[in-house]
């Protein structure tokens, strides 16, 4: 194997086609750049969907991994371990939560966060409360139980019937949930800020209502912060930015800076569910990325970096509006802190992957957030200098597309 060109070509040979990765394959990452096998650079505003969030190769993490690597990388959970206590201390000290379980992804930490949802209903309130309302174009993760909670049909489409008892309800309409919940609901599940589905932010009034109606009918409200959490949006936490305070939160993404590790935070009213041998994760919560989620906890959970992501915004956001004034492609701006995207005006709408690809072959990655939204995510700690050079590549992306 040793001797085989690893080319993009091998993966269409060897992995399961479920992915469609670009021509390109990145091998070095520093900061907010990266190299691919040719040696070319980009300026990365995608972060690896929101998780990359202090950056690539940071020295601090690159120090954890090496001296956690020669310690101890892994032990069953017949054992607690320092690293992991640690990091559960610093997440509890500095939220709302008395009690953390750890899992390896975004998709483990919302399985476990609903799965004690009903659980917690079933012993307190009895079998018959057992729904979930949900909403349209939210997106939870790849399980069965989160892609059925998830409103993206396509997630779900083709793998049998999705688990029974969830609701789907419009994002933001209160006279549509205020109809919807009843003594029956166990919980609410939304994101503060929808990013797959668009980067829709959760109206104010919307999430305080939705905190109400849970208090009114015995229901707990759970917020999937696996995009939004870890600083990305200028706060530790987006629930943070408002008037609630959930029973469940969701971790995962920038938590471990691309190294598998999630969260999901709780009460101890409500942890109580979840007792021993009702869930469980083999390699959740294990010493090596425990120590790495620390120190990105304790860069990024920091006044000056938190109030640099929103600073960061205002640029990124000023940068976009000056291309669009002079060549117009956007609508509107939308996000908070650096989960930001620009939706496409009228004509342009469902060419989203054209903007992507004709900003990456000029050496700036970005995303997209469904067909007509062009979605950034990059390092909570991206440097002017490099917002400003990936905000050129775009203006010529966007020349080359508006003026083709």
Same mark, same amino acid.
């Not at 939210?138 to 609701?167: D, M, N």
């Not at 933001?172 to 919980?187: G, P, R, V």
């Not at 530790?236 to 935070?265: C, E, H, R």
């Given at each position: ?44 505003? /995608? ?43 610093? !997440? ?7 009690? &953390?379980?750890?899992? $390896? ?66 994002? +933001? *309409?209160?006279? /549509? ?23 829709? *932010?959760?109206?104010? #009034? ?8 849970? *208090?009114?009918? $015995?229901?707990?409200? &759970? ?12 706060? !530790? ?19 471990? +800076? ?27 919560? $294990?010493?090596? /990325? ?10 990024? +959970? ?7 992501? +929103? ?12 291309? $669009? ?12 802190? !650096? ?33 007509? &939204? ?5 390092? !909570?700690?991206?440097?002017? #200098?490099?917002? *400003? ?16």
């Amino acid at each position: 194997m040793s001797n085989t060109p690893v080319t993009r070509d091998l993966f269409d040979d060897v992995m399961v086609p479920n992915y469609a990765p670009a021509p390109v394959i990145p091998v070095r990452g520093e900061g907010s750049r990266i190299w691919d096998q040719n040696g070319k650079e980009y300026i990365d505003f /995608a972060g690896g969907i929101a998780v990359t969030s202090v950056g690539h190769s940071h020295p601090k993490l690159v120090s954890t991994l090496k001296q956690q690597g020669e310690k101890l990388w892994h032990i069953a959970n017949v054992m607690t371990n320092e690293p992991a206590l640690r990091l559960a201390k610093k !997440l509890t000290d500095a939220t709302f939560a008395d009690k &953390v379980y750890f899992a $390896n992804s975004g998709g483990e930490a919302n399985e476990a966060a609903f799965k004690l949802a009903r659980r917690y209903a079933v012993d307190n309130y009895g079998e018959q409360k057992n729904e979930i309302i949900a909403f349209e174009q939210a997106f939870h993760g790849r399980t069965l139980f989160t892609v059925s909670v998830g409103g993206q049909p396509k997630y779900s489409a083709g793998f049998g019937p999705a688990l029974e008892g969830i609701t789907h309800l419009p994002f +933001n *309409d209160i006279d /549509a949930l205020e109809a919807a919940i009843s003594a029956n609901t166990c919980a609410i599940v939304m994101e503060p800020l929808q990013g797959e589905g668009g980067i829709i *932010d959760a109206d104010p #009034a919307f999430i305080k209502r939705a905190r109400e109606l849970c *208090d009114q009918h $015995n229901a707990l409200l &759970v917020l999937d912060e696996v995009q939004t959490g870890a600083g990305r949006l200028g706060s !530790l936490y987006a629930y943070q930015q408002t008037d609630i305070t959930p029973d469940i939160l969701t971790s995962a993404k920038g938590l471990g +800076n691309g190294f598998p590790v999630a969260a999901m935070l709780t009460t101890n009213k409500v942890a109580k569910s979840l007792a021993i041998g009702t869930h469980g994760s083999t390699y959740g919560g $294990n010493p090596l /990325a425990c120590a790495i989620a620390e120190a990105v906890l304790d860069i990024v +959970n920091t006044p000056e970096v938190l109030a640099g992501v +929103n600073a960061k915004h205002l640029r990124f956001k000023a940068g976009i509006e000056a291309i $669009n004034a002079r060549t117009p492609f956007c609508s509107e701006v939308r996000g908070k802190g !650096l989960l930001i995207g620009c939706a496409l005006s009228q004509e342009y709408k469902g060419r989203a992957s054209e903007f992507l690809k004709a900003a990456q072959a000029q050496g700036l990655l970005v995303l997209v957030a469904g067909p007509d &939204v062009i979605r950034f995510a990059p390092s !909570l700690l991206i440097t002017d #200098a490099d917002i *400003d050079a990936g905000l050129e590549i775009l203006a010529d992306a966007v020349r080359q597309i508006t003026q083709a």
